[in-house]
């Protein structure tokens, strides 16, 4: 089964310093339709996920532009240029190309203000 | 605006059975596919399973700690999504969130139901 590593697992950053998370997975995440399916989600203390970024690179609506994804095939990057106090949480990536297993989830990092 | 509102949880045996509800609205629930996601206290997340809108076909599929005791159902008369879960084990204990999916991903979320088991 397709395995998503997270790294680093925790990551504490200066207010308005950037942030990278870096997500990998043991097999290539394009499908045979030729879309590649990583999400970013964020979760803050106490709340339910929310989606950040669908198919690598795709903002939901409402997300800052501050936040953007990328890479492909096996290595995907999570950008924050600028992280603010409302950023902390823990960030999870998942993949929903191959299925089996489904949709299968980083182990999460954990955003601390230093 | 999008509302799942999850119910059903609570203290059950090893053993034991319970079955999830999820109330879903400001969206068109009959066309929606719709999943669970779990937590463990402390934990990461877990996919659970999901459910196609019936006319895709109505198919349900299952994660690693879904297949064979966990059982995903709607009605879409009522706009709600059930998680049934037989022959609950410790390990079940978690707070299982209604999702709705799109562009191949869990997207709005519930604020979750705990599920506790324990004797």
């Known amino acids: 089964d397709v395995v998503m590593t997270q790294s680093p697992l925790s990551l504490p950053v200066t207010l308005g310093q950037p942030a990278s998370i870096s997500c990998r997975s043991s097999q290539s995440l394009v499908y045979s339709d030729g879309n590649t399916y990583l999400t970013w989600f964020h979760q803050r203390p106490g709340q339910s996920p929310r989606r950040l970024i669908y198919?690598?690179?795709e903002r939901d609506s409402g997300v800052p532009d501050r936040f953007s994804g990328s890479g492909s095939g096996t290595d995907f990057t999570l950008r924050i240029s600028r992280v603010e106090a409302e950023d902390v949480g823990v960030y999870y990536c998942?993949?929903?190309?191959?299925?089996?297993?489904?949709?299968?989830f980083g182990q999460g990092t954990k955003l601390e203000i230093k | 605006e999008v509302h799942l509102v999850e119910s059903g949880g609570g203290l059950v045996k090893p053993g034991g059975s319970l079955r999830l509800s999820c109330v879903a609205s400001g969206f068109s629930f009959s066309n929606a596919w719709m999943g669970w996601v779990r937590q463990a206290p402390g934990k990461g997340l877990e996919w659970v399973g999901r459910i196609k809108s019936k006319v895709d076909g109505g198919a349900t599929e299952y994660g690693a700690p879904g297949k064979g005791r966990f059982t995903v159902s709607r009605d879409d008369s009522r706009n709600t999504l059930y998680l049934q879960i037989k022959s609950l084990k410790t390990e079940d204990t978690a707070v299982y969130f209604c999702t709705t999916e799109a562009n191949w991903s869990p997207w709005d979320w519930g604020q979750g139901t705990l599920v506790i088991v324990s004797s």
């Open positions: 998942m993949q929903g190309t191959h299925w089996p297993p489904g949709y299968t």
């Open positions: 198919k690598v690179s």
